[in-house]
């Protein structure tokens, strides 16, 4: 679409960054996490398409991997893409949380409502995209898909030796305890605010808001909003794909 027959973005727009810059270790030897096939079509592309699936996200910021930006473009450019959204690429930094900083740095004017969303995380149904937005829209600073835990987590303490086993300390009560998924959304200015004030590492967005002492909620996240971190996590998604391809008739 050209500049001049697009919408110019309201206080309802929606951005959506993809940091995209990991190396994805835990998967294996080879490319770029995020550059990998699932099915024939490169992870990233399935999680853009996944942001661009929603009819409020009208534009999608990819981090790419710092020496990669060019790749990138040229990967977007060569995949269909929804033409009611602008796709642009910037380079990533060392940390995830570095990498998410410089997407908020290349935002436009205009973009009330952010949805930070990990390219390891392909096949996000649009239902839970949209979810996150109108929880933000509804007044909520920061918003995060999450689901209940099958498995009964412990804290431990480090080994006393190399080799030995841990020793537990705790057992959280399961109930309380949540998985947290990406896309997780927020009121623009709060993000920008806790990406210029918290310093410590984190693993996502939200924990920065809540050291703010904002308000951060919890949505139904879901089952195929996973993670793609180690080698069964493809095979699974490829599973995913051909599921929905059978659903979808094709
Ligand atoms: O390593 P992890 O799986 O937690 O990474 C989550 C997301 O953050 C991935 O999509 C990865 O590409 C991204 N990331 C990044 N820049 C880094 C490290 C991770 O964009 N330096």
């Known amino acids: 679409m050209s500049d001049e027959s697009r919408p110019s973005p309201g206080a309802a727009s929606t951005a959506a960054v993809i940091p995209a ?27 853009v398409r996944a942001m661009a699936a929603s009819n409020a996200v009208s534009l999608v910021i990819v981090v790419a991997p710092p020496e990669g930006a060019t790749e990138v473009k ?28 410089l ?23 649009v239902d839970t995209v949209d979810a996150v937005i109108d929880a933000v829209r509804e007044g909520a600073p920061a918003v995060v898909p999450a689901l209940p835990l099958a498995d009964t987590v412990k804290e431990v303490a480090p ?11 705790a057992t959280p009560d ?19 605010r806790a990406h210029e004030t918290v310093t410590n590492d984190v693993t996502d967005d939200a924990s920065m808001v809540e050291q703010l002492g904002l308000r951060v909620v919890v949505v139904p996240g879901h089952e195929e909003a ?15 794909l051909a599921r929905r391809r059978l659903n979808d008739g094709f």
């Open 74 to 101: 040229s990967m977007l450019d060569a995949h269909a893409l929804p033409e009611r959204t602008d796709f642009v690429v910037v380079p990533g930094g060392a940390t995830r949380q570095e990498s998410v900083k």
């Open 159 to 169: 080994a006393t030796a190399p080799g030995a086993p841990e020793p537990v300390v």
């Open 174 to 192: 399961r109930a309380r305890l949540r998985a947290v998924q990406t896309p997780q959304g927020f009121d623009r200015a709060t993000l920008v």
């Open 103 to 125: 997407g908020l740095d290349a935002l436009p004017p205009g973009y009330e409502t952010v949805l930070v969303h990990d390219a390891a995380r392909p096949l996000v149904p």
């Open 21 to 47: 810059a990991g190396r994805g270790v835990r998967l294996g030897p080879g490319a770029p996490k995020a550059l990998r096939a699932l099915n024939g079509t490169p992870m990233l592309i399935h999680a």
């Open 226 to 240: 996973f993670k793609v971190t180690r080698p069964l996590d493809l095979v699974l998604a490829e599973a995913v």
